[in-house]
Every structure is written in structure tokens, then in C-alpha cells.
């Protein structure tokens, strides 16, 4: 049963989101909340509009990658 309904919005393929994940759920973080008001740390989702928005983010998988 796939569902194409995105819950997550722009912080899914963005650069500066961080996908945290814990034994009961999961949390995307902004980076851009370190150095600029603006931005919450933690979204409220889905991100449907984003001035920090940056194309080209792994949707959470950056871990994956190595980064150990
Ligand atoms: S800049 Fe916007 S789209 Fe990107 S992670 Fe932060 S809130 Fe999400």
C-alpha cells in the first residue's frame, strides 16, 4: 500500500536538514538553526515553503555514506 503523500516536504531532499533517528521516531533537523533565527531546529512538518531550502540533500541517508 505506497503512498506518494510526502509528510516531510522540502527538509526531505535539502542540504541543511539532518535526519535524527530514534528507537521511536524520527526528527529532521535544520542546521541553518545554529547560526540563524529564523530557522527552527526541528521544523514543523511538512515544509511546504523554505528561504534556506538547498536542493541536492540525501533525504536523510548522509549516514549511510560514512560518515564514521
Ligand atoms: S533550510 Fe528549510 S528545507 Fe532546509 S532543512 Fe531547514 S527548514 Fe528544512
Redesign the pocket.
Known amino acids: 500500500m505506497a503512498t506518494s503523500y510526502d509528510r516531510v516536504g ?2 526531505r531532499g ?1 542540504r ?2 539532518h535526519l535524527v533517528k530514534t528507537p521511536r521516531s524520527e526528527f ?1 533537523l ?4 545554529a547560526s540563524d533565527a529564523r ?2 531546529k526541528y ?1 514543523r512538518l511538512p ?1 511546504r515553503e ?1 528561504s ?3 536542493p541536492g540533500g540525501s533525504g536523510g541517508d548522509e549516514e549511510a555514506e560514512g560518515e564514521r
Open positions: 522540502l527538509c535539502c541543511n536538514a529532521w535544520c542546521r541553518l538553526s530557522f527552527e521544523p515544509v523554505c534556506g531550502y538547498v
